[in-house]
């Protein structure tokens, strides 16, 4: 992450005889970079400054969201938004859904990675059925497992269960159930993506540290504890940032399994920006809540970076 | 011993994998049955290849017309995408310190803002340049992915010896002339890699259609998906068909680029 802040490598000193000064060709320089670099300028102020101060704005007002006027509220919105008993759930259901996945995922991925980092038959049949559910779309995942969970006998998981006797299950229908359910799905989906992250390290660590500490008598779980998991530390930091941050923002999958019910069990906050913001006029409030998730969103990534950092200085 | 504990993982993992990929299999084999046949057995065989399903659907839905949009919406973003984010990219190499620490901060930001916190007043600024529902107004949107390009393009834009650029100048190549013939061509494999991810999202973005798509004619494919499933609530080979309509250019796509996939995942995640 810092290596795009370091300055540029000095241009190597060059000895070829006519050419410009190097004050003119510094000169010329500043102004082609400018050149090449506005584009992405243009795209930073349109789509992230603008939008982001006005987000700000908003959120200090009462604004709807389409008329011209809007008066100034203070930080009334901000205190609104933690009485509002649909916003409160979708921020429960959130953070049931992050810790839920950064959890399960990262127990599931790292066995998983292990395994297919060994030799066997039909290894690479097996690396694809795994990583396939990240390639395609989480939405139209979302809404063929609305099918598998059919509440009816003719469910896929209902049949199943049916076959060793059990009566149908509505499972999205009751709260809990539903929320469980939303989180099956996502560790369905996203175990075998964080699989192949942490396999890409595993395949990085040079195969002479397991033979130096198999020479020093090491057991394979010694192996693993001494070797394996510190060298995989960075992979666990990025697999979780990306875990946590994903499942904050999450949207698609809850949204097109259980459209945010039963009730608001799990409704997500993104969804809530959504719908309070532009389909109920509430532009103000739903902008303290995208300010507040903003915040939210920006210290747990400082927060994990520094947590990762003191952890692989620990282990290495 | 080692082929003993080979075997047991293939016979561990094989019907593991098997249990992963039901809801495939499931949506696959459903679109040969019948709505009776469904009901009857969710999992079972079809009782023969009935492909009526998918002229059907065919007929029904627009689903080239959703394919084409698709396609305009990701062909224009990622080539966009691509060229700003590898220019940003290149500037900053010739560039000079205030500018590229500033350039490195306003990255940075973009990098930390969810799209969430941005999605009302955004949604206000498409509405006043008459570009909601429409989708010129999606590839606008797609564009913050240039900053995510721009991240992949500068680390490995380091790792190319700075001489190429500087020899080239030397026989007066102008800086444009430089990035079109030399930097461009060098830079191809992460343009590859980051064209292929950035795909994948554009491709299969459910939240900015649903939010900013209305009109049937300009859905994407996924969104028609969406949308679909109200028409065939009680149609479920349809809808089976129609998601393995849509899933199967997915499928191809994986295979041919699987290796991209994997690289652009790994390199992303570290830069991210």
């Given at each position: 992450m810092g290596s795009t802040l370091a300055p540029p490598r000095p241009a190597p000193h060059l000895q070829s005889a006519p050419r410009p000064t190097r004050l003119q060709r510094l000169r010329r320089r500043g102004v082609e970079s400018y050149l090449f670099t506005l584009p992405v300028i243009v795209v930073f102020v349109v789509l992230f400054a603008i939008p982001l101060a006005q987000s700000f704005y908003y959120s200090l007002t009462d604004f709807n969201g389409y008329s011209t006027e809007a008066n100034f509220v203070g930080f009334e919105n901000y205190t609104t938004i933690w009485r509002d008993t649909s916003m409160l759930s979708a921020l429960g259901f959130t953070l049931v859904f992050t810790v839920g996945t950064t959890v399960a995922i990262t127990v599931l991925a790292i066995p998983l990675a292990l395994v297919l980092n060994r030799k066997f038959f039909g290894r690479n049949l097996v690396r694809s059925v795994f990583f396939f559910p990240s390639v395609v779309s989480v939405a139209i995942l979302g809404l063929v497992w609305g099918f598998i969970f059919a509440p009816l006998g003719t469910g896929v998981i209902n049949s199943i269960i049916g076959w060793f006797g059990a009566q149908p299950i509505a499972w999205l229908a009751e709260p809990d159930l539903a929320r469980i359910s939303v989180v099956v799905v996502a560790v369905w989906g996203g175990t075998g993506w964080h699989a192949v992250l942490y396999l890409a390290y595993l395949q990085a660590i040079p195969s002479e540290f397991y033979e130096a500490a198999?020479?020093?008598?090491?057991?394979?779980?010694?192996?693993?504890?001494?070797?394996?998991?510190?060298?995989?530390?960075?992979?666990?930091?990025?697999?979780?940032?990306?875990?946590?941050?994903?499942g904050l923002k999450v949207y698609d999958l809850p949204y097109t399994l259980t459209g945010g019910g039963p009730g608001f069990a799990t409704r997500t906050l993104t969804q809530s920006i959504i719908e309070n913001g532009i389909a109920q006029g509430e532009a103000g409030k739903a902008s303290a809540l995208s300010v507040v998730f903003f915040v939210a969103v920006g210290l747990i990534i400082v927060a994990q970076l520094a947590l990762s950092r003191r952890m692989e200085a620990r282990f290495s | 011993?080692?082929?003993?504990?080979?075997?047991?993982?293939?016979?561990?993992?094989?019907?593991?994998?098997?249990?992963?990929?039901?809801?495939?299999?499931?949506?696959?084999?459903?679109?040969?049955?019948?709505?009776?046949?469904?009901?009857?057995?969710?999992?079972?065989?079809?009782?023969?290849?009935?492909?009526?399903?998918?002229?059907?659907?065919?007929?029904?839905?627009?689903?080239?017309?959703?394919?084409?949009?698709t396609l305009y919406v990701g062909v224009v973003s990622i080539?966009?995408?691509?060229?700003?984010?590898?220019?940003?990219?290149?500037?900053?190499?010739?560039?000079?310190?205030?500018?590229?620490?500033?350039?490195?901060?306003?990255?940075?930001?973009?990098?930390?803002?969810?799209?969430?916190?941005?999605?009302?007043?955004?949604?206000?600024?498409?509405?006043?340049?008459?570009?909601?529902?429409?989708?010129?107004?999606?590839?606008?949107?797609?564009?913050?992915?240039?900053?995510?390009?721009?991240?992949?393009?500068?680390?490995?834009?380091?790792?190319?010896?700075?001489?190429?650029?500087?020899?080239?100048?030397?026989?007066?190549?102008?800086?444009?002339?430089?990035?079109?013939?030399?930097?461009?061509?060098?830079?191809?494999?992460?343009?590859?890699?980051?064209?292929?991810?950035?795909?994948?999202?554009?491709?299969?973005?459910?939240?900015?259609?649903?939010?900013?798509?209305?009109?049937?004619?300009?859905?994407?494919?996924?969104?028609?998906?969406?949308?679909?499933?109200?028409?065939?609530?009680?149609?479920?080979?349809?809808?089976?068909?129609?998601?393995?309509?849509?899933?199967?250019?997915?499928?191809?796509?994986?295979?041919?680029?699987?290796?991209?996939?994997?690289?652009?995942?790994?390199?992303?995640?570290?830069?991210?």
């Open positions: 198999s020479i020093d008598g090491a057991s394979r779980r010694q192996q693993f504890r001494y070797v394996t998991l510190p060298l995989l530390t960075p992979a666990i930091t990025v697999s979780q940032l990306l875990l946590i941050t994903g | 011993m080692k082929q003993l504990r080979s075997i047991l993982l293939s016979v561990v993992m094989l019907p593991l994998a098997g249990i992963v990929a039901i809801p495939f299999y499931y949506i696959l084999v459903n679109t040969l049955k019948t709505q009776p046949e469904i009901s009857a057995s969710p999992l079972g065989l079809p009782s023969g290849l009935d492909f009526s399903n998918y002229t059907e659907v065919f007929k029904a839905l627009p689903i080239w017309q959703s394919f084409l949009n080539a966009l995408m691509l060229l700003i984010g590898s220019m940003a990219a290149y500037g900053m190499l010739i560039g000079q310190g205030r500018l590229t620490k500033f350039i490195g901060v306003i990255c940075l930001i973009a990098f930390l803002v969810p799209g969430q916190t941005t999605l009302i007043p955004l949604y206000r600024m498409l509405s006043g340049m008459y570009l909601v529902d429409t989708l010129e107004g999606l590839i606008v949107l797609y564009l913050a992915g240039s900053i995510f390009c721009y991240f992949l393009i500068i680390g490995y834009m380091r790792t190319i010896p700075m001489e190429l650029f500087e020899s080239a100048r030397i026989d007066g190549a102008s800086a444009f002339r430089i990035y079109r013939s030399i930097v461009l061509p060098l830079i191809r494999p992460i343009l590859v890699t980051v064209g292929v991810f950035q795909a994948m999202w554009v491709w299969n973005d459910f939240i900015t259609p649903n939010v900013f798509i209305n009109s049937p004619d300009k859905q994407t494919l996924v969104l028609q998906v969406y949308s679909a499933v109200g028409q065939f609530s009680t149609d479920w080979p349809a809808f089976m068909t129609l998601s393995v309509i849509v899933l199967a250019p997915l499928v191809v796509f994986f295979i041919v680029a699987q290796r991209h996939i994997v690289s652009g995942l790994v390199t992303g995640s570290v830069k991210g």
